[in-house]
Every structure is written in structure tokens, then in C-alpha cells.
């Protein structure tokens, strides 16, 4: 609001003075504007309104010009679309993000973009809210000049220079907004928006806005805009939307139950690293690390297998050259067949087949191969890290690195503590995360961390719809209007049945042939085993006859509140045993790793907007209809925070206080 006040001020101070010929607008200590403060949102603060003074600006009749520095994003890039000449910087990024915080560019953003830039170019920005360089802002049309010297000086030598020009054809508002084929482009646009968007409603709202600038003359376009934006302004879906901006940041501010934190804790430094193993987990973590600038020994003792990752690798690197301009000898991968190739790393990603006594075996190994202080790592995605930890003569140094695949391309990365990790062997793989463009989240250790051991009930309730009634299709229906982009079985066949398979296997759930529901005490849905024991697709309707199951018919409803609300109860007792430090670091686990709709905010979130009574209700209902499914059983966390008025998700952590964890 202040600032909001100081342009308001300013700006009519400066256009009226007849002193002052031409003006430059610029952001203190280096940084343009990041637009609006999205802590405002929803808050009772108020501000003079900046459309009308930003019209003064383009109406004014001396040149006022945009010296853009570090960022202009938002509300940001918007006051300088009221600018005549944007002078940047070469480093600057420049967008209209304000979508993926579940809005649009509502101070002209909308009408504005495409009339200088052009429809499609500006439905591109717009709709995904990308950030772009300067460079590509000068060959989109919406920056001036890109420079590398002082953008301030340069804006002022420019503004100085211009002083008397006609500055007609630099007022946005009067251009016209040329559109082609109108009708057949906003008709394809808008079913492609629909698509990726996956039931949000912000890009779709932005499409409309700026059909508005092609059919509606300027003054009308920003009414819609307007009126556009008060129907996303007050949406569960931008509290969502802002609620994992925050979560994103929240997140890299870890703890762990000893009290230990990020800003206590200094991490060591990292050049070289090896991954273990070359199956696709370990392809992707190299590639990842190489194009991060680390120097990689790739370690593989199978020679089909590192003959197959090193191809996989040098292509994948090739592309991002390609795509990067770089030659591909910048990124530095050594292979080896030797694990003493290891020896002088500072960090090593173990990323072998998914089997105890074999990362048993090979962490002890690493312990006498790599010098005292190297950390070793594991990217097991569900084993004990504490048990690895107990084979090395330096525990303190072993941590989990849970990449998620393909690991070059998924955000998130789980940072697994043990009980005897050090402070600093999790900052220093939380920096790691960091420094290869991970959303890394530290977790406790515990069978499956955080995202596999939420996935858990959720995967035993999709198969228990199916034996009850449920086709496959209709339960990843539910699924994907709800907004993940596979359903259950889409994604269990994608990731291939096997692996789910063996790891039932490992847990000696599997009996061969056998029909059994009933399994270690609780209910069990073999209908998964027998699928890859036959390789058979087609298999719910027979199995069903033969186990005497009526079906029943199971609508959506039933479906999302048992796969969603299982899963959520899971969340509610990993806090409860102190494994995530808080609803953020589960959030975000499941938006950046699970494909859990952003717009819904996570899983937590989602249980907070739902309302905690009501999935305590449900939960309760579903396991009186299943007492002999544990899962549903509603956690002690949950009833406690019913009972004590289900406080706003922020204040989760008050009620949790003391958790008995788990650690
Ligand atoms: C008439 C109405 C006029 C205009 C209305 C416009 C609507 C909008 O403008 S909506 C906002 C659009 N802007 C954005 O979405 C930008 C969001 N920010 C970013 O993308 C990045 O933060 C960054 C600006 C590129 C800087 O990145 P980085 O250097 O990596 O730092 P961060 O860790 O991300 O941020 C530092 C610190 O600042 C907080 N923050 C950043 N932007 C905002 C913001 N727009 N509002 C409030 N707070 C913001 C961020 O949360 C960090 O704070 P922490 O306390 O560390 O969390």
C-alpha cells in the first residue's frame, strides 16, 4: 500500500510539474518491481488505485520512461506497459505470472500485451505465466532496448533524448488489436487451455480477457478485465494457487525434530559427485547434476547396463546443449565400471536396484572406498535410511536423496534425515537439491518418507473400489477431473505393475496363486499380484465371481473421498509422528512430485478447505462400512484439531506442538 502510494504521489508530482521534461521510473537496490504484494491478497489493506494514475503516465506529454532492472513481473510489468520505452537490462526477467497465482494481469495487463505484441504471443505469456529473458522480450516487442551497462544512467540519457517526440504511437490504449481469424484461433486456444489446465479456472478466465481485446474497443476491455478478475480474485482456488507460492519458500526453511535448522546449519561444499548405478533413476540424476555445472563419475558395473545409461545420458545431454546453445563438452561426466572411480568425490547418490541387502553391501563398500568426510547418499524411495546409515563408519554422513523420475525433470527431491544424519549433511543435500532446480523438502525416516507412505492407502483404497464394484476407468476418472494427470491405474501401468509388485514381494505380501483378502491382519487386495502373476488385464469381473463380491455401483464422490481422504489421514499421522515438519513440506511434496492439482494447494490444504469436520466425518463413515481397513481409522492429530475448532492450516503447527515422533 505504501508503495502503491509513493507511484501515486509521484507520478502526479512529476506529470505536472512543467519543470520535469521526461521521467524514469525505477525499483530500488536493483529490482524493478516483482508486482503486487501477494501478502495483501485477502487482507483488509487499502491503497490508492493505480489504473488511473498508470493511464496519466501513457497520457502525459513528456516521455516517461521504464529503467527495469532485475525483475518486472506482475503489477510490475504492467506499470511499465504504461511507460512509453522500456530500457533493460540484460539480466532482467520479465511476465505476467499472476496466473499461476490463480489470476490475471488485471491493471491493463490483458488488453495491453497483445496490442503490442500480438494475440498469439501475448496468449502464450499469459495463459502460462512464464517468465522471459530480456532478450526474448526484445524479440517479442515488448522491451526497447536490452543493455548491460547501468539501466537507470541509460533510461535517463534516453529520456533526455526523446524529449519533444511525438509520443502518439507509444500509447498502448490507442493501438488496435489485429486478430485474424479470431473466432477458429480463441475456439483452439481455448480447448488447449482447457486441457493443460486440468479444471483450473485462471487460464481459462486470461483467455477470455483477452478475446475481450480483440472484440471490445480499449476502455470496455479493461471493464472485463476487471470484471473477470473479481470472479478469480476471491477463489479457493488463487488461495490455493498463493498458499504454495509461499509453501514453495516455507519449505526450504527445514527443521528437524533436534531442533536443528536451515539458518544454523552450514552446508559443505559440493564440486564432485558419483551416482551409482544406471538404470533410469541413476540417468536422470546425472544429467541433472551435470547440467547444474558438478563434475559426475557415473558408476555402473553391468556392462549391457553401462553401455545402455552412458547413450541415455550423452543423448540427453546433447539435447539440453541444443537447447541451451552450449556445446555438449561443457557438461563433465566421467564413466566408470570401478567403484574406487569414487574415491575422491565429496558426495555420492547411490541409485542401485531397489534391494537391502544390496545397498547393504554397497554402503559398506563406499564407507572404506571414500575419504571420512564424504556423505553418502541413497535414492531408495522407501528403505531404511538409518539401517544403510548403521553399515558406514560415518552415520552422521548418510542421508536420503529421493529423486522423483524422471529425476532430470521432476521438481521435487525428499531430503531423507535419519536419526543420526548431522545438521550438516542435510544442508549440504538440501543445497544440492537447490542448486540442480529442486523444490527439496527434508522428511524423517520411516517406510516410504512422506509421498510413498501416503500413497499407500490410497493405492489399497483405488484396488478396493475395484473389488467392490468400481471399474478401473471410473476410479482414475474421479481421479483426473479431480486434477492429478493419471489416475491410479493409468499411473500404475505407466510406471510399470512389476514394481509395486516387488515391493509387496519384499514385504511378504505376495502369495502366489493365492485369493486371500485377509493379509499380515488386515484387509488385502491381491487382485495386483494376480495381474502380473498372469499378465492378464481383464481381470476384476472373474475375480470377483470367484471371491463372491457383489458389485455395487460407486460413483466419484466415493471415490475421491476414499483415495483422498485415506491418503490426507496418512499426512495428519506423519505430523503427528513428526516426519514432515508441517502441512507445507507434505503440500508440496504431493504438487511437485505426485502431480497433485496446484490449483487445490496439496493435500492438506485440500483437507483445510474441505473443512477438517467433514473428511473426519467421512472417515468415520467409510470405516464403520470397513472395520478391517486400518487406513481409514481417522488419526489422533485429526480429531484433535476437529476438537479444537479446526484452526486455519497455519496454525496446525500450535496443535501439533509436541508431537511423539516417530524419530
Ligand atoms: C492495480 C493492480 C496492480 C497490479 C496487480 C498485479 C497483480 C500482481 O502483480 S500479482 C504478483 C505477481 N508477481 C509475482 O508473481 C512474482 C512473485 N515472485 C517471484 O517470482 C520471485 O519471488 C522473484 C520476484 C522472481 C524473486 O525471486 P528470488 O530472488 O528467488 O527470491 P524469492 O525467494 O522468490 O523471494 C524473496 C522473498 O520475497 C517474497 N516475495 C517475492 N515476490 C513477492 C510478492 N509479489 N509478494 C509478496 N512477497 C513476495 C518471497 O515470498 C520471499 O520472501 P520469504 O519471506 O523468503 O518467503
Redesign the pocket.
Known amino acids: 500500500a505504501a508503495v502503491r502510494q509513493g507511484i501515486v504521489d509521484t507520478v502526479q508530482k512529476a506529470v505536472s510539474d512543467p519543470q520535469v521534461k521526461s521521467v524514469v521510473i525505477c525499483g530500488q537496490n536493483g529490482i524493478f518491481c ?6 495483501e491478497f485477502g487482507k483488509d489493506i487499502s491503497g490508492p ?3 488511473p494514475v498508470f493511464h496519466a503516465i501513457e497520457s502525459a506529454d513528456k516521455p516517461v520512461v521504464a529503467a527495469i532492472e532485475g ?1 518486472a ?4 510489468l ?1 506499470l511499465a506497459l504504461f511507460c512509453h520505452y522500456r530500457i533493460t537490462h540484460s539480466k532482467a ?1 520479465l511476465g505476467l ?2 496466473v ?2 490463480g ?1 490475471l ?3 491493463g495487463g490483458t488488453q495491453r500485451l497483445p496490442r503490442l505484441i500480438g494475440v498469439p504471443a501475448a496468449l502464450d505469456l499469459i495463459t502460462t505465466g512464464r ?1 522471459v529473458t530480456a532478450a526474448e522480450a526484445l524479440k517479442l516487442g515488448f522491451v526497447d532496448q536490452v543493455i548491460d551497462q547501468n539501466t537507470v544512467e541509460a533510461a535517463v540519457k534516453f529520456a533526455l533524448s526523446v524529449v519533444g517526440q511525438s509520443l502518439e504511437s507509444r500509447r498502448i490504449s490507442t493501438l488496435p488489436c489485429p486478430c485474424p481469424d479470431a473466432d477458429a484461433l480463441f475456439e483452439g486456444v481455448m480447448q488447449k487451455v482447457r486441457q493443460r489446465a486440468r479444471g483450473a479456472i485462471a487460464p481459462v478466465t486470461c483467455v477470455q480477457a483477452i478475446q475481450a481485446a480483440v472484440t471490445l474497443p480499449y476502455a470496455q476491455g479493461m471493464q472485463r478485465e476487471q470484471e473477470l478478475m473479481a470472479t478469480l480474485f476471491t477463489s479457493a482456488q488463487a488461495r490455493a494457487l498463493q498458499y504454495c ?2 509453501s514453495q ?2 519449505v526450504s526453511r527445514w527443521s528437524m525434530p533436534s531442533g536443528a535448522r536451515w539458518d544454523t546449519s552450514k552446508p559443505k561444499p559440493v564440486t564432485k559427485v558419483a551416482v551409482i548405478g544406471l538404470g533410469t533413476m541413476g540417468r536422470g540424476i546425472t544429467v541433472a547434476l551435470a547440467q547444474a555445472g558438478l563434475s559426475v563419475v557415473a558408476v555402473e558395473t553391468e556392462q549391457q547396463q553401462m553401455i545402455a545409461g552412458q547413450r541415455a545420458v550423452s543423448d540427453m545431454l546433447e539435447r539440453a546443449a541444443q537447447r541451451r546453445g552450449v556445446s555438449s563438452a561443457v557438461y563433465r561426466v566421467r564413466y566408470s565400471m570401478k567403484l574406487e572411480a569414487v574415491a575422491d568425490v565429496q558426495l555420492v547418490i547411490e541409485a542401485v536396484f531397489e534391494d537391502m541387502v544390496l545397498k547393504e553391501q554397497l554402503f559398506k563398500q563406499l564407507s572404506s572406498i571414500c575419504k571420512a568426510d564424504t556423505l553418502l547418499c541413497s535414492n531408495t524411495s522407501a528403505l531404511d535410511i538409518d539401517h544403510l546409515a548403521s553399515q558406514t563408519r560415518s552415520p552422521q554422513l548418510v542421508v536420503g536423496m529421493h529423486f522423483f523420475a524422471p529425476a532430470h525433470v521432476m521438481k521435487l527431491l525428499e531430503v531423507v534425515h535419519g536419526p543420526r544424519s548431522a545438521p550438516q549433511a542435510v544442508a549440504t543435500a538440501m543445497e544440492l537439491g537447490k542448486r540442480i532446480g529442486k523444490v527439496s523438502v527434508a522428511v524423517g525416516n520411516c517406510r516410504g518418507f512422506v509421498g510413498n507412505r501416503m500413497l499407500m492407502p490410497y493405492s489399497q483404497e483405488a484396488l478396493f473400489l475395484v473389488e467392490e464394484g468400481a471399474s478401473p476407468e471410473v476410479v482414475d476418472r474421479a481421479l483426473e477431473e479431480f486434477g492429478f494427470p493419471m489416475g491410479f491405474f493409468r499411473m500404475s501401468d505407466l510406471s510399470g505393475l512389476d514394481v509395486g509388485w516387488r515391493v509387496r514381494k519384499a514385504d511378504g505380501l505376495v502369495k502366489p496363486g493365492q485369493m486371500s483378502r485377509v493379509r499380515q491382519g488386515r484387509r488385502y487386495c491381491p487382485l495386483g499380484d494376480l495381474l502380473c502373476e498372469q499378465g492378464r488385464f481383464e481381470l476384476p469381473r472373474g475375480y470377483r465371481a470367484r471371491q463372491g463380491l457383489v458389485s455395487r455401483r460407486i460413483d466419484s464422490k466415493e471415490v475421491l473421498e476414499r483415495c483422498l481422504y485415506s491418503l490426507i489421514n496418512e499426512g495428519f499421522r506423519i505430523l503427528e509422528d513428526g516426519i514432515a515438519a508441517g502441512p507445507e513440506d507434505i503440500d508440496m511434496i504431493y504438487v511437485f512430485g505426485y502431480g497433485w492439482p496446484r490449483h487445490r494447494g496439496g493435500p492438506m490444504f485440500y483437507a483445510s478447505q474441505v473443512g477438517l469436520d467433514r473428511v473426519l466425518q467421512a472417515l468415520e463413515h467409510y470405516q464403520q462400512l470397513h472395520p478391517d481397513v486400518p487406513h481409514l481409522q481417522p488419526s489422533r492429530l485429526l480429531r484433535k484439531l476437529v476438537s479444537s475448532g479446526s484452526p486455519p492450516i497455519h496454525r496446525w503447527k500450535e496443535v501439533i506442538k509436541k508431537p511423539h515422533s516417530a524419530l
Request: proline share 10%; hydrophobic share 40%; net charge neutral.
Open positions: 516483482g508486482g503486487a504484494d501477494i501478502k488505485p493505480l489504473v525483475s513481473l506482475g503489477g510490475g504492467e526477467r505470472p499472476e499461476t497465482l489470476l494481469p488485471a491493471a517468465h507460492f509461499f519458500r516455507v
